[in-house]
């Protein structure tokens, strides 16, 4: 069984570029997350969907960070321009029901990415 | 200058011994709480989880205990292994769309 499948595993791009991380959840799991981790922060919830409609993207640092979700099995994390600040490990995870399900997250092995 | 990262508190336990590693939670009408284990270059692998409504929830080497009085979360691990080597997440789930994450303990096996 296939875990959440993230892509790229390493991202490095100059300051003002588009950025494009894209996540397959778990088949079946019908809530998907993007997290961004970093050493001073730790483990940051930025966008929820929930049957691919946006939830709650609260925690999306400013406008330049934009999140799709198409179908149930993809979804895309772009930042546009990038900046070195963005540089990060940036997690996809899924997980069964709803915000009230109380059901596990299931992560993915994360997009290293490096703003220079 | 240089960014100041979060200092994790680091548990050396040696092989073979029970760890034990500790998580206190900050809102109190949390209901529901999972324990991560994280390795070096890889995503936060689900461990254990128990609701509100436990104490105690057993899993295959590892136990998770909650203390609502005192709103303190730990897990047990017996014996040890060096594979357990990794920094351990408690996630706290109190009502709205967010999993809380906890800054995270090391712990380090030594043979």
């Known amino acids: 069984d296939a875990g959440v499948i993230q892509s790229p595993r390493h991202e490095v791009t100059e300051m003002g570029q588009e950025v494009t991380l894209r996540c397959k959840p778990i088949s079946g799991h019908n809530s998907l997350f993007w997290y961004r981790q970093t050493m001073m922060r730790g483990l940051e919830l930025l966008i929820y969907?929930?049957?691919?409609?946006?939830?709650?993207d609260s925690g999306m640092p400013e406008d330049r960070f934009s999140a799709k979700m198409p179908n149930a099995s993809f979804s895309t994390l772009k930042i546009q321009p990038s900046e070195p600040r963005d540089s990060a490990v940036y997690f996809c995870?899924?997980?069964?029901?709803?915000?009230?399900?109380?059901?596990?997250?299931?992560f993915g092995n994360g997009t290293r990415l490096t703003v220079t | 200058g240089e960014s100041v990262g979060l200092h994790l508190p680091t548990l050396s336990v040696q092989e073979g011994d029970n760890s034990i590693i500790n998580c206190a939670y900050s809102n109190s009408a949390s209901d529901y709480f999972i324990w991560y284990k994280q390795e070096s270059g890889k995503g936060p692998q689900f461990i254990i989880d128990i609701r509100s409504n436990m104490d105690k929830r057993q899993g295959q080497r590892v136990t998770v205990l909650l203390n609502k009085t005192v709103k303190h979360l730990s897990l047990q691990i017996a014996a040890t292994q060096p594979g357990d080597s990794a920094v351990y997440f408690c996630a706290e789930w109190g009502g709205g769309n967010k999993l809380t994450f906890g800054t995270g303990t090391q712990l380090k096996v030594e043979l």
């Open positions: 969907f929930n049957n691919n409609v946006p939830i709650d």
């Open positions: 995870a899924s997980s069964r029901g709803g915000v009230r399900a109380m059901a596990p997250l299931h």
